[in-house]
């Protein structure tokens, strides 16, 4: 879904007035759900979620932690949903086999740094994970989700939008009130720079919660290309600034929903626009993974990684989740 305008205005614009009731009940109801206890995991469950519906940046983060959960010479294994698919799983993810339309994007992208399962089923998928040599375990996303008991939870913000307008669901971009969701949280991932970023890190502080700050690095390679650019991720501008950033030259672009599947008439559009500018077509990784292959071959892709500004908080905090004195 593209995120409806409002939800980025004040709480006091009148569709969210109108909203806010629905938006209290959904919010309570899903505190209560939060609240519940879960199973133990066979391992360590590290969970990278977000307060928010929509993108956050949670998979470049989730990938990043996993990287410094290596070098720290654990064996960790991503644990996933599989948002978009149609496999319920427990399944292990195969980017050889397996197309998003069975898993969504964002496993596809996991499965090519470490295992990756698939399970709507939390506990039956973090007993696969083991069985694939897991410890830990890196949920993306679930923060919400009760099923399993996480030992290290991290929420992830989006420093451009903050949490939004501060409300639950319909009436804004919350899942649950936000001070009902700091007590599942021990630490806070904030990507890139903005205000509302900046008041939802002052909470986490006055909380006396960890701040983990981090970039997102756009890989070199399209400088002085002429480019058509296209994205259906959280927020698509954030994409558009980082490849204007690469020195590209953006002839035109198109934003399309999160999680969006292309349809043949968008590709019919977008191969039409790219012909009559000379350009090339580029997309993000999660885009590309949904694209039929044929038309994917003619795609550029610019990769981006996360990168922690300061990374030793945080790894103490993986240290401590690999030891298990978090358990």
């Keep these: 879904m593209r995120p409806p305008?409002?939800?980025d205005a004040a709480p006091t614009h009148p569709v969210a007035r109108v909203l806010r009731p629905l938006g209290a009940l959904y919010g309570r109801h899903t505190a209560g759900r939060m609240d519940r206890a879960g199973l133990r995991a066979p391992c360590p469950v590290l969970c990278v979620g977000n307060f928010t519906l929509g993108g956050a940046g949670k998979t470049p983060t989730a990938l990043a932690l996993a990287g410094l959960l290596r070098d720290l010479g654990a064996n960790p294994a991503f644990l996933?949903?599989?948002?978009?698919?149609?496999?319920?799983?427990p399944v292990?993810?195969?980017?050889?086999?397996?197309?998003?339309?069975?898993?969504?994007?964002?496993p596809l992208l996991l499965a090519r740094l470490a295992p990756t399962i698939l399970a709507r089923d939390r506990l039956a998928g973090a007993r696969l994970c083991v069985a694939q040599g897991a410890d830990p375990v890196v949920m993306d996303d679930g923060l919400q989700n009760p099923s399993l008991?996480?030992?290290?939870?991290?929420?992830?913000?989006?420093?451009?939008?903050?949490?939004?307008?501060?409300l639950s669901f319909p009436a804004g971009p919350l899942r649950v009130p936000l001070a009902r969701q700091w007590r599942h949280v021990n630490g806070l991932v904030l990507i890139g720079e903005g205000a509302k970023g900046e008041d939802v890190a002052k909470e986490a502080h006055r909380r006396g919660l960890p701040i983990h700050r981090a970039r997102l690095i756009a890989a070199a390679g399209l400088s002085k290309r002429r480019v058509i650019a296209f994205a259906g991720i959280g927020r698509p501008e954030k994409f558009f600034v980082s490849?204007?950033?690469t020195g590209a030259e953006i002839v035109d672009t198109r934003a399309f929903p999160d999680h969006h599947p292309?349809?043949?008439?968008?590709?019919?559009?977008?191969?039409?626009?790219?012909?009559?500018?000379?350009?090339?077509?580029?997309?993000?990784?999660?885009?590309?993974?949904?694209?039929p292959q044929l038309f994917a071959a003619r795609v550029g892709v610019?990769?981006?990684?996360?990168?922690?500004?300061?990374?030793?908080?945080?790894?103490?905090?993986?240290?401590?989740?690999?030891?298990?004195?978090q358990l």
Excluded: M
Excluded at 81 to 87: A, I, K, N, T, V
Excluded at 153 to 166: P, T, W, Y
Excluded at 267 to 290: I, W
């Design 262 to 291: 292309y349809r043949a008439s968008d590709l019919e559009d977008l191969a039409a626009r790219a012909a009559r500018a000379g350009a090339d077509l580029v997309t993000t990784e999660k885009d590309h993974v949904r694209l």
């Design 80 to 89: 996933t949903r599989g948002y978009g698919g149609s496999l319920a799983g």
């Design 302 to 325: 610019l990769p981006v990684t996360l990168r922690f500004n300061d990374p030793g908080p945080l790894i103490a905090q993986l240290k401590a989740l690999v030891s298990g004195s």
């Design 243 to 245: 490849l204007r950033e």
């Design 92 to 106: 292990v993810v195969d980017p050889d086999r397996h197309r998003a339309g069975e898993t969504g994007d964002e």
């Design 149 to 166: 008991t996480k030992d290290l939870s991290l929420a992830v913000v989006d420093a451009g939008v903050g949490v939004g307008n501060g």
């Design 5 to 7: 305008a409002f939800w």
